[in-house]
Every structure is written in structure tokens, then in C-alpha cells.
């Protein structure tokens, strides 16, 4: 399920963009891609955290990420759908598919 659920705390914080150039590698927080009612997926780095069989509407602290899985809602559970999203950072050019004829083609 696609993140709906609110992020409570997250202990630590990014830290400020300074000279690359002799500098350790930066340090980025753990960051809570997943939320469902029984489940919280966490990237840390290259490592991925998949915790499931969680209680639904709880405050948990996973690993020092504090979240809440969602409340689950009343009733039989009918389907389950998927979303996917493609970003393209530093495109210029948005709707242009080669040889097709979709639609506008907008441009940075």
C-alpha cells in the first residue's frame, strides 16, 4: 500500500550541504517509504527494512524511526490496487514519446 500514513518523529536530521571536496560521505536519515495498516518498509542507505504482521493503529519505534501504522478499516477486505510514479530529474522535455502522437509535449 502506497504511504498514507503519517510519520510521527524520526530521530536525527540531514545534515548541512557543505564543500565535497576532503568531506566524509554524508549521512542521511532512514527514510519510511511504506505504510499500511500492517506493515512499515524503511530504506536506510542501500539496506531495506521490511517489518510486517504489525498492530494496526500502533506508534512503534523500528530501529529508532518512530511511525504509526495505519487504523484498519472497518469491513471486508474487497481489493488491493498499486501505484508507481517515474520521476526523471534534470528532463527537459515531458510528454514526448518518439514516433507517437500522444499529446502536448511541454518543455522546461
Known amino acids: 500500500m502506497a504511504f498514507r500514513g503519517a510519520v510521527v518523529g524520526q530521530t536525527g ?3 548541512a550541504r557543505t564543500s565535497l571536496v576532503n568531506s566524509p560521505p ?3 536519515p532512514p527514510e519510511v517509504t ?3 495498516d500492517d506493515e512499515v518498509v524503511i530504506f536506510d542507505g542501500s539496506d531495506i527494512r521490511r517489518y510486517t504482521e504489525l498492530v494496526p493503529g500502533t506508534e512503534l ?5 518512530v511511525v504509526r501504522t495505519l487504523d484498519r478499516p472497518a469491513g471486508e477486505l474487497l481489493c488491493r490496487f498499486a501505484t508507481v510514479n517515474d520521476v526523471h530529474f534534470g528532463e527537459t522535455l515531458c510528454g514526448l514519446l518518439e514516433e507517437f502522437d500522444v499529446g502536448p509535449v511541454l518543455e522546461v
Request: aromatic share 0%; proline share 7%.
Open 26 to 28: 554524508l549521512s542521511v
Open 34 to 36: 511504506t505504510v499500511a
Open 61 to 65: 519505534n523500528l530501529d529508532g524511526v
Open 13 to 15: 536530521g540531514r545534515p
